[in-house]
T-cell receptor, first 113, second 115 residues
Framework: AQSVTQLDSHVSVSEGTPVLLRCNYSSSYSPSLFWYVQHPNKGLQLLLKYTSAATLVKGINGFEAEFKKSETSFHLTKPSAHMSDAAEYFCVVINQGAQKLVFGQGTRLTINP | DTGVSQDPRHKITKRGQNVTFRCDPISEHNRLYWYRQTLGQGPEFLTYFQNEAQLEKSRLLSDRFSAERPKGSFSTLEIQRTEQGDSAMYLC?????????????FGEGSRLTVL
């Protein structure tokens, strides 16, 4: 079965500094991977997705992620954090057979002024 | 607003009572999903529909849970004889058919508190 592990439950960075949220995946075949973001009192929103095309994927709000098969990783990065980036971030893999998303446990991103 | 809407947003009930949540998906989306999210955890899949057909149910969906989508539009999730362990955020999402695999549009959720 496909699964993802988010390596940090909480990440805190200062505004203007880089963001790195780490995710490792487990899959018996080439997976489709996603990052979703959940702002307080808002619905989950898709940030970006990898579906076996380019390994470097660009998403909304300046975020990007790199698929590294050798490391089974799909880390999310942003060069410069903004206060509005404070939210919960979920790494997600899709179960191809059932078309259902399998979520990681989430990483809470805090931005310090 | 043409996003996914859920009702009610908050529900407090006593143990043993029945509760029902409603989800209205984006109108052209034929897939509808229910997820459950407990505090500090990622959402867990419960069930999904393609049109009115319920195609998969998770083992998390005990016999006290039932979901319907009678006309392929809105969906309801009913929990009978609620238990304190049912306290969670219940999320609904919708999507276009498989050509857009993985991009789900989520509602803001219905938070259930069982006392």
């Amino acid at each position: 079965a496909q699964s993802v592990t988010q390596l940090d439950s909480h990440v805190s960075v200062s505004e203007g500094t880089p963001v790195l949220l780490r995710c490792n995946y487990s899959s018996s075949y080439s997976p489709s991977l996603f990052w979703y973001v959940q702002h307080p009192n808002k619905g989950l929103q898709l940030l970006l997705k990898y579906t076996s095309a380019a390994t470097l994927v660009k998403g909304i709000n300046g975020f990007e992620a790199e698929f590294k098969k050798s490391e089974t990783s799909f880390h999310l990065t942003k060069p410069s954090a903004h206060m509005s980036d404070a939210a919960e971030y979920f790494c997600v893999v899709i179960n191809q057979g059932a078309q259902k998303l399998v979520f990681g446990q989430g990483t809470r991103l805090t931005i310090n002024p | 607003d043409t996003g996914v809407s859920q009702d009610p947003r908050h529900k407090i009930t006593k143990r043993g009572q029945n509760v029902t949540f409603r989800c209205d998906p984006i109108s052209e989306h034929n897939r509808l999903y229910w997820y459950r999210q407990t505090l500090g955890q990622g959402p867990e899949f419960l069930t999904y529909f393609q049109n009115e057909a319920q195609l998969e149910k998770s083992r998390l969906l005990s016999d006290r849970f039932s979901a319907e989508r009678p006309k392929g539009s809105f969906s309801t999730l009913e929990i009978q004889r609620t238990e304190q362990g049912d306290s969670a955020m219940y999320l609904c999402a919708s999507s276009l058919p498989a050509g857009n695999t993985g991009e789900l549009f989520f509602g803001e959720g219905s938070r259930l508190t069982v006392l």
